[in-house]
């Protein structure tokens, strides 16, 4: 037998320690290593964790010892990447995955060199695509503990397009050789006493003659005589112990046999707990991680991409500085919520860094293309659709009165020098839009100028027919108001209707939805249920004596909020009564009730077929769950959710309970949409930054909006065996205060394949974006920068490429089919390649004119680099509007 033992760290960068003093120990705990390495050449390998992010955060402290550093990575004695930080791969999301592993190899390359395996040891559970992912950056080999009960500590794990990784499955854990012993007898660790019974355990799991052990767990250094016990061990129990790295393991493997295939996600709790309970705890980090995603990934990125295109500089440096940032939340213990309170507020400022540097750059982008177009008399303002659908939606634009021009320039006017009420907002096909003036306030601007405060004013629209990836410039200017439609949203207090949908408000505050294009109606939607939790951050868990509250049949306060040509929205009130916390013993809820005041916009607009709503909760229980519920009426045996580059299925029956570690759950992860369908008909439910729900066998959907719970971890739970964390009390997660919920209802006709809900998930996730612009250049008043066909293919990046030569578009199929696609750009295609994850080019793909085309498997990930003809493409025939 041969014993290949891997010295290691599994370092959490922060969780039950804040970061700054985990870092204190990492530093420490790096002096040490280099000091080993350099004093006994037989340690020869150490593994940082697969994450790139320890390297720099050391060098930060220890600038000096960089040089160290590199060498012993150069060496292969330390082993740092691929990933930059080890992310909870359901919670970050399939381009931030990609991000995280590029970022990681940037890091590692340059510091010396990048460990190419997909070590993931401690994340909870693992998506569909990532063996997709991993070969995408040439990995060909994953590591991992959960999710997974395979019959062999070796398999091929398949993600849904074909691609394929072998996998090693830490039976016994990532810790199981820490402080080992050079007498065998002494070893104990879990359930095995003497190195023999461990020995023997992973011997009748494996798939040849060698065996893997990990010297070392979470914060630990190395094990400075390892060397001299490997030898001890290697004369006492007759096999070859040998310090060395996960490659030198997989070196010894047999590539020739067959081995178990293992297809799609990993959530299985069999070997050890998954922790579902992640998806909602502290579910506010969830909601600041998708609206920073969305602001750096959808809007910063592509219109840097787009202005870039003509003729300005990229931002480069800000885009990478606020991935970082966001990628340091997404390591696992942080975005999942499961850290004491400190380590989440310094979250908060994080995502509030991402946000502030995501504003300025689009901004920024949005008004050099806006001085680009060609414009006119009034007040211009240029609305970018940053999906891949043509779509008509609600705009809200902030108009401001111009600061004084420079000398020489003519002033335009501004709102001071418009009356509002006698104005006409004309699109660039002069169509009289209706627009609503709405509230004014006053804004900072950069006193070094002369100026301390400049009014704005907020107008809103429904901008129609807005261009895919796109804009369009809309003019302000004076005239008589355009007579209002006779024809409203809504039709009395209680009812409103568009071309798609009826919306009637019951007494209780749930509504009934038609579908007027199949006529399914939909009752009850939209109730709230309320259950108690007696559960930690990591896993939800009903009190022994469990009682449920839901607002169904109690009345509830409805008003008209807004009423418009061409939008509406009632406003629900419900005063829900729920127990205060649990009982002292924990065993039951509370007699004393409080009122959690929920109110609940529904908004339903002209031209938009989905229902959308906007809750605003007043948290003032503890120890408690609370989602949203639509009964949609569809019995369906599997429920299907948007996940990592993929749609993925999952059971509605409660799971078998398999596993002594943890019982199984109902409720699973999701990105932007859920469905659920049958009978020729289903629905879609759409949410910002909601992860987790429940779809019951009947066709129930539950969305969780708040789970609240005072502990990081405890250990009398029914549903975990043991602690998953330092029993900590944890108030802030109880999540007291005020919140806001949104998501939305989308019924539709047949199956998913043929109404495409990413392209709804798109629009309603991502809000057009619009502000006032000097128009003054040549480019058309409506354009597409980009158009994708067929829309099976998801965009999921739009960015400049890491070499500065040319833009990078990504996108995935989402169907099982291959699909031939093509992408429209607004000016003429020079080159263009199919790329890896690593954007090097692979092969040369076929151009004509200003459209590229390719080839996309069944739930393929696709990378092009597009490298347009040089040129200001104003002057050539841009407008694409028109063209498909």
Known sequence: MKVVV???????????????????????????????????????????????????????????????????????????GPWYTMPDEFLAGGEALIRNLLEGH?????????????YLPDPFGHVAQMPQIL??????????TRGVAPSKTEFWWEAPDGSKVLTHWFAASYCNARNLPPSPEEFEFGPFRGLDSLLEFLAGLATSDAILLMAGCDHMGPQEDLPSVLEALSQKLGHTFALGSLEDYLRLLDKGQELEVIKGELRTPFFAPLLPGVLSSRIYLKQMNHRAFTLLNFYAEPLASFATSTGEPYPAGFLR????????????????????????????????????VTQELASDSLQKIGQKVEGGEGVNILVFNPASSQRTDLVEAWVEPRLSPPQGRAQEPGPEDLDLDRCILLSPEGKAVPFRVGERTLESRDILAGVKHVEKVKISFLAEDL???????????????????????????????NEFLRVEVKEDGTLTVTDKESGAVYENIGYFEDSGDAGDEYN????????????????????????????????IRHRFLIP????????????????????????????????????????????????????????????????????????????????????????????????????????????KGLPEYEVTPEGIVFLTLLRCVGWLSRDDLRSRLGHAGPPYEVPEAQCLGMHVFEYAFVPYSGSWHETSPWLEAEAFTRPPLAARVQASGGLPPSTSFLRVSPPQLVVSAVKAAEDG????????????????????????????????????????????????????????????????????????????????
């Open 540 to 571: 939800y868990e009903p009190p022994e004596e469990q009682e449920i509250f839901t607002t169904l049949n109690k009345k509830a306060e409805i008003a008209v909020a807004e009423d418009f040509h061409d939008w509406a929205t009632i406003r």
């Open 467 to 497: 261009p895919p990836w796109g804009y369009k410039l809309y003019r302000l200017i004076p005239g008589a108001p355009t007579p209002p439609p006779e024809e409203r949203i809504l039709l009395d207090p209680r009812t409103m209707e």
């Open 106 to 118: 940037r890091v590692g390359q340059r510091l010396g060199g990048v460990m190419k395996i997909g």
């Open 321 to 356: 500085h606020a991935w970082k940032l966001l990628l340091k939340n997404h390591f696992h213990d942080s975005i999942c919520g499961t850290s004491v309170d400190e380590v989440h507020r310094e979250m908060v400022v994080r995502f509030a860094q991402v946000e502030q």
């Open 805 to 884: 030569e040319g833009i990078v578009v990504r996108l995935w199929n989402a169907s099982r089919e291959e699909v031939l696609g093509s992408i429209l750009f607004w000016n003429e295609i020079e080159q263009a390649w199919e790329t890896n994850l690593l954007e090097e080019p692979l092969t040369a793909l076929e151009v004509e004119g200003k459209r590229v085309y390719f080839r996309a498997k069944g739930c393929e990930i696709k990378t092009l680099k597009i490298l347009n003809r040089k040129g200001n493409p104003a002057t050539s025939g841009t407008q694409n509007s028109g063209e498909s």
């Open 6 to 80: 891997v010295p290691h760290t599994h370092w959490d960068r922060e969780w039950y320690l804040p970061f700054e003093r985990f870092r204190y120990h990492l530093v420490r705990l790096l002096d040490e290593t280099l000091e080993l390495l350099k004093k006994d050449g037989r340690f020869r390998h150490f593994l940082l964790d697969g994450q790139a992010v320890i390297a720099e955060d050391y060098l930060e402290i220890r600038p000096e010892r960089e040089g160290e550093l590199r060498e012993a990575i150069a060496q292969g004695r330390l082993a740092t």
């Open 580 to 687: 205060q916390s649990l009982t002292l013993d924990r065993n039951r809820r509370s007699g004393r009730k409080v009122s959690c005041h929920l109110t609940v916009l529904v908004t339903l607009k002209r031209g938009v077929k989905r229902v959308e709503f906007q809750t605003i909760a007043e948290n003032r229980a503890r120890d408690h769950r609370l989602r949203a519920v639509f009964p949609t009426g569809i019995p369906c045996r599997e429920s299907i959710a948007e996940s990592a580059f993929a749609l993925v299925s999952r059971p509605t029956a409660l799971p078998e309970a398999i596993s002594p570690f943890e019982l199984p759950v109902s409720t699973y992860p999701q990105e932007r949409f859920l469905l659920v369908q049958g009978d020729g008909r289903g629905v879609a439910i759409l949410n």
């Open 135 to 144: 070969r995408g950056f040439g990995i060909e080999a994953a590591f991992l």
